[in-house]
């Protein structure tokens, strides 16, 4: 079983920048967690697929968050961080994290196993 606990939010102004971190942790590890993603949530709106990262630190992002946002790695902490800078309002949403086999990393938010309880970001303009 693997965990993962997402923390970082929180209420910025537009143009501000938050990092989210996810902590990944449990048994099963690392072929459990082969791809960390990051997705988000806004109200009646369909999750929404922002960033990946394999093991092996190759990345993917959402074209909306490309240029602004950085996905990363600390391997000895079992951390992912998102870097989110030059946030938008329409960057409010809850964002979660979630861990997957490798070829998650190229499918959809239904290809991850184990999600975090997500952590909220609120950008005013």
């Known amino acids: 079983q693997v965990q993962l606990q997402e923390s970082g939010g929180g209420s910025v102004q537009a143009g501000g920048s938050l990092r989210l971190s996810c902590a990944v942790s449990g048994s099963g590890l690392p072929s459990s967690s082969d791809c960390v993603g990051w997705f988000r949530e806004a109200p009646r709106k369909e999750r929404e697929g922002v960033a990946t990262i394999n093991r092996g630190g190759s990345t993917t992002y959402a074209d909306s968050v490309q240029g602004r946002f950085t996905i990363s790695q600390d391997n000895n902490k079992n951390t992912v961080y998102l870097q989110m800078n030059s946030l938008k309002p329409e960057d409010t949403a809850m964002y979660y994290c979630?861990?997957?086999?490798?070829?998650?990393?190229?499918?959809?938010?239904?290809?991850?196993?184990?999600w975090g309880q997500g952590t909220q970001v609120s950008v005013s303009s």
């Open positions: 979630a861990a997957g086999p490798p070829w998650a990393c190229g499918a959809t938010w239904r290809s991850y196993i184990y």
